[in-house]
């Protein structure tokens, strides 16, 4: 079955300390993938994106995700933390051979809190 | 700013009652989607059309019914509003490049 795994619920880190959330994907196909972030009260924003070439992507926000295929895995990176960004983080992914229909699996997201 | 916009943000309703979400777009996106979200349980898809005219059902469709108006709009109606339905629901809508563009939300409460 088609799934995306994120497996901490919540992290917290220290302002300025380094960051990795986890994110494993069960799919069939080719994958697209993809991260979101949702401050709170907020809708979901787009952070960075992969469906081809350079396994490492660079998104906003100084933000990184590496596809690693031989692990199923997208794991999201930023070196140093700010305190703004504290928010609800959603692994997605989609299928090349979706045509029109652009459905994504969703993870069930990582919370991160930032210590000061 | 171009993006997706709903209405209403908020709304508490009584069991029973029915409701209709609006969702707009100004981007010439030909898929759109309504999700609902609940503590713990992520981003539930309810309804997307893959491209205007045409509508099908997700992971959780009953008690719900939508309508792609037009390219632009694509609205999400309750007809009879139930507790469980009480959520926070997103409009969002995507083109060619996969990048879901999100709308803002709407809480619904139903007493």
């Known amino acids: 079955a088609q799934s995306v795994t994120q497996p901490d619920i919540h992290i917290t880190v220290s302002e300025g300390a380094s960051l990795e959330l986890r994110c494993n994907y069960s799919?069939?196909?080719?994958?697209?993938l993809f991260w979101y972030v949702q401050s709170p009260g907020q809708g979901l924003q787009l952070l960075l994106k992969?469906?081809?070439?350079d396994t490492l992507v660079q998104g906003i926000k100084g933000f990184e995700a590496e596809f690693k295929r031989s692990q199923s895995s997208f794991n999201l990176r930023k070196p140093s933390v700010h305190w703004s960004d504290a928010a609800e983080y959603f692994c997605?992914?989609?299928?090349?051979?979706?045509?029109?229909?652009?459905?994504?699996?969703w993870g069930l997201g990582t919370s991160l809190a930032v210590n000061p | 700013n171009a993006g997706v916009t709903q209405t209403p943000k908020f709304q508490v309703l009584k069991t029973g009652q029915s409701m209709t979400l609006q969702c707009a777009q100004d981007?010439?996106?030909?898929?759109m989607y309504w999700y609902r979200q609940d503590p713990g349980m992520g981003l539930r898809l309810i309804y997307y059309?893959?491209?205007?005219?045409?509508?099908d059902k997700g992971e959780v469709p009953n008690g719900y019914n939508v309508s792609r108006l037009n390219k632009r709009e694509f609205s999400l109606r309750l007809e009879s509003a139930a507790p469980s339905q009480t959520s926070v629901y997103f409009c969002?809508?995507?083109?060619?490049?996969?990048?879901?563009?999100f709308g803002s939300g709407t809480r619904l409460t139903v007493v």
């Open positions: 059309s893959a491209s205007e005219g045409t509508t």
């Open positions: 992969y469906f081809s070439g």
């Open positions: 969002a809508s995507s083109e060619r490049g996969w990048g879901y563009t």
């Open positions: 981007m010439n996106h030909n898929s």
């Open positions: 997605a992914v989609g299928s090349n051979n979706a045509g029109n229909n652009r459905k994504l699996i």
């Open positions: 799919y069939g196909a080719t994958p697209y």
